[in-house]
Structure formats: structure tokens, C-alpha cells
């Protein structure tokens, strides 16, 4: 499975070279394919908050290299860099609140950080970004695996399967979370057809989910978000996928805003529903969903719609993320294992554990 998996691969959004950062712009995608390159970690912070980057996994590689450039930066200023340097981490930080995988990766690069002196320090952080890049992409593979046997142990015939938001290649280091699961069910002739929701306001499912997938060659319907009860009582939705920006130490998951309402959905129409995300997506200092910080987006994302104004002006409500209750979910997926009905005990548990790949 890993090699038809490597070999299918074909979207990457991140790349390290010459010791510059550079990302795809989702934003622009699918009708252009637009690389930027970044030589400062502001502009880094930048690009996070302005959605250039999106994916909890891929916001935390990038934010991990642009610790790489703001330490070239503050070494070459001299006195005090380190100190300058958490400054630029704070700004890191603060770009997007609610994916955990961002604070993950500057609590590694941090602690890479304190292990060296300040001859070795650039070197050392620069390593430590690319084996979490390196560490991301063999997560993603082990997903892929674990999450296509639960789908075949469950049903072995091809299924209608459903998503939301863009948990693929271009939210990862790699071959993607759920979309990953997804790519790896369909090699191995499990699935009939994968339903994608537009996912508003941004419009990932459209215009990432979707193209990802038919890049590959597989069955893809593209739906509004909100016929996903319809579609599921005519179409006879096996199991919905979706990926994660945090997991709480109960099994609460954190994602994209319409994931809670599918898991109601799915478990009204005897659907399954799969979070695959890898262990650094898992908080265990939130007890419980409650516990995260949802972070609210600006309003012009839902007055206007490609720089055109579309409504008048009103006050909104623009949650990026909304929180699904463990009891909803039937398995959680990460690369140390699958958790099914996930609970606080199963979750540290699986915490406990050494990846398996």
C-alpha cells in the first residue's frame, strides 16, 4: 500500500529550497496554481492568517520553517536574538488560535531551540523543520493504511463515502488525513463514489476537496453543504471522513465549521463517522471541546464573495470552527493507531503508544 500511495502522490502546497520557504496559495486554486516564495517568518504569519496555508498539519510545517528564518534573521542581528526570537514565535502564534498543530510545532522548534548553542542553533532548527515535514508525510501514509482496513473491515464492497472541508494533500506535508484515507480506499476498490460539500464560506470542498480527488481519478459529486441529510437518505452514505484542527483530551474534535452538523446527520442515517488526523492534532491540556478557542473569522467572508459585495451590510456570526461531541464520532484515526468510541481513557492511552509506522 505505501508504494501505490507514493506513487499516486502528485499535489504538494510546501516546499523548503535554498533555504527559502514556499507555499502554493490555496486561495487562488484550482483555476491557478500560484507558488510564493517567503524569506521572512512576518510574512510567514502572514500568509497563515491570510490563508495562503490552511490545514492544521501543513500551518504547523510551515510555521516550524518560518522559526528557521526568523532565527537567520535575529542571529544576524546579534545581541539578545534569542529573546527577538520569541517575539517572532508569539507572532507565529497568535495567526490562527484554534489549530493545535501551530503551537505543537513552535513548542518543538523551542525545544530543539534550548538543546543547542548558538553555533549549532540555525542548523539544528533547520533539521528539526524537516523532520517534522519528513514526520508529517509518514503519518499521513500510516493513516492512509489504518483508516482504508476500518473501511474494509466494515464493508468490503465500494461505498458512497462523504466529506467536508480540505483535509488532503494541500492541508498536509503529504498525502493528506482524510483525503489520504479516501486515496487509499479507493486504490483498494472501496468506494463507489466520494460526496464533497462546497464548505462555506471559503469554498475548500469546491475548490480544493474536489480537485484533489478528480486529479486522481476519483468519483467525486459535488454537493451544497446544506443537501448533506438529503444526500445521505438517497444515496446511502456509508461513512463520512473528515479530518481535525484539535482533538480534546476526551475525544471532542475541533474542525471545520458543518462538521458537527454532519456527525448529527450521519448518526440520524446509520452513517459511520471517521476523524483522521495525526497525534500532533491531539490536545491533551483541553479536556474538552469547550476548552478551545473558536476563532471568529471577518464578516466580509460572508457579505461578499470574490471581492464582490453580495448583501447589505449586517452584523454576522463567522465561527471558522465548530466542536464535535466524542460521543458522535465512531473512530478517531492518527498514525499511533485507530481509537473507536473515543473517550478520555482511550485517548490517553493512545498517547501512550509509539507510532507504528
Known amino acids: 500500500m505505501r508504494e501505490r500511495l507514493l506513487a499516486a502522490e502528485k499535489v504538494v502546497s510546501i516546499r523548503w529550497r535554498d533555504g527559502c520557504l514556499h507555499l502554493l496559495d490555496q486561495r487562488l486554486l484550482p483555476l491557478k496554481q500560484v507558488w510564493l516564495r517567503y524569506d521572512s517568518s ?4 502572514t500568509a ?11 500551518i504547523g510545517i510551515a510555521a516550524a520553517f518560518a522559526v528557521v528564518l526568523a532565527a537567520r534573521a535575529r542571529l544576524a542581528q546579534g545581541a539578545d536574538w534569542r529573546g527577538a526570537l520569541a517575539a517572532d514565535c508569539q507572532q507565529l502564534a497568535a495567526a ?8 505543537w510545532a513552535l513548542k518543538r522548534m523551542a525545544a530543539c531551540l534550548a538543546a543547542h548553542d548558538d553555533a549549532q542553533a540555525l542548523a539544528a532548527l533547520e533539521q528539526e523543520a524537516l523532520a517534522i515535514l519528513d514526520s508529517d508525510r509518514e503519518a499521513n501514509l500510516a493513516m492512509a493504511s489504518l483508516g482504508a ?9 465500494p461505498q458512497n463515502i462523504y466529506t467536508h472541508c480540505n483535509a488532503g494533500a494541500l492541508a498536509t506535508g503529504g498525502f493528506g488525513t482524510a483525503l489520504g484515507v479516501i486515496r487509499a480506499a479507493h486504490a483498494d476498490g472501496l468506494v463507489e463514489r466520494v460526496f464533497v460539500n462546497e464548505t462555506r464560506p471559503w469554498l475548500q470542498g469546491s475548490r480544493l476537496t474536489a480537485w484533489e480527488l478528480l486529479e486522481e481519478g476519483v468519483p467525486t459529486r459535488l454537493n451544497v453543504d ?8 438517497e444515496h446511502e452514505v456509508r461513512w463520512v471522513i473528515v479530518g481535525a484542527d484539535r482533538i480534546a483530551n476526551n475525544g471532542d474534535v475541533v474542525n471545520k465549521i ?4 454532519l456527525a448529527v446527520t450521519a448518526m440520524h442515517h446509520g452513517a459511520r463517522f471517521m476523524v483522521v488526523a495525526p497525534s500532533s492534532t491531539i490536545d491533551m491540556d483541553s479536556e474538552c471541546g469547550d476548552d478551545v478557542e473558536i476563532e471568529e473569522r471577518s464578516a466580509e467572508e460572508l457579505l461578499s464573495f470574490a471581492g464582490q459585495r453580495i448583501t447589505v451590510d449586517m452584523p454576522t456570526y463567522n465561527p471558522s470552527f465548530d466542536i464535535t461531541p466524542a460521543d458522535l464520532i465512531d473512530a478517531i484515526v492518527t498514525e499511533k493507531g485507530v481509537v473507536e468510541r473515543p473517550d478520555e481513557e482511550k485517548m490517553q492511552a493512545l498517547m501512550c503508544r509509539k507510532r507504528l509506522h
Open 42 to 45: 512576518a510574512d510567514v504569519a
Open 48 to 58: 497563515i492568517r491570510d490563508m495562503v496555508v490552511r490545514g492544521a498539519p501543513v
Open 96 to 103: 490562527r488560535p484554534t489549530a493545535v498543530n501551530l503551537f
Open 149 to 157: 482496513e476500518l473501511i474494509r473491515k466494515d464493508n468490503s464492497q
Open 226 to 233: 446544506s443537501a448533506a441529510a438529503f444526500v445521505m437518505r
Open 258 to 261: 458543518g462538521t458537527y452538523q
